[in-house]
Nanobody
Framework: QVQLVESGGGSVQAGGSLRLSCVASGYAYSFNYMGWFRQAPGKEREGVAAIYTGGGNTNYADSVKGRFTISQENAKNTVYLQMNSLKPEDTAMYYC????????????????????WGQGTQVTVSS
């Protein structure tokens, strides 16, 4: 049974940093891409960043470009999201997700194209 477990969320002041981790387990195949999504109360879930596991290509939402970095550590089956220069509007529940197939550039921003999801970790940024 595939499991994705996020950690690293918390409360920080604007301008601060957090690093989220997502550890994957229980699978015998490779994910095609992994991504981070976020959802604030009353808003739709939105893609934040994604990484193509085979080549390390990355894709970011415009709202986080230059501030967030997604990376992977294959030996630990872990994907990270380094978040710098955090803003109050970054406050949300952050979810890790894994996709099995499909074109990375076309599908990685789309929540519907992911097969597995973690339970989420809360990030709160105060002004």
């Amino acid at each position: 049974q595939v499991q994705l477990v996020e950690s690293g969320g918390g409360s920080v002041q604007a301008g601060g940093s957090l690093r989220l981790s997502c550890v994957a387990s229980g699978y015998a195949y490779s994910f095609n891409y992994m991504g981070w999504f976020r959802q604030a109360p009353g808003k739709e879930r939105e893609g934040v960043a994604a990484i193509y596991t085979g080549g390390g290509n990355t894709n970011y939402a415009d709202s986080v470009k230059g501030r967030f970095t997604i990376s992977q550590e294959n030996a630990k089956n872990t994907v990270y999201l380094q978040m710098n220069s955090l803003k109050p509007e970054d406050t949300a529940m952050y979810y890790c997700a894994a996709g099995l197939s499909g074109d990375f550039w076309r599908y990685s921003p789309l929540a519907a194209r992911y097969n597995y999801w973690g339970q989420g970790t809360q990030v709160t940024v105060s002004s």
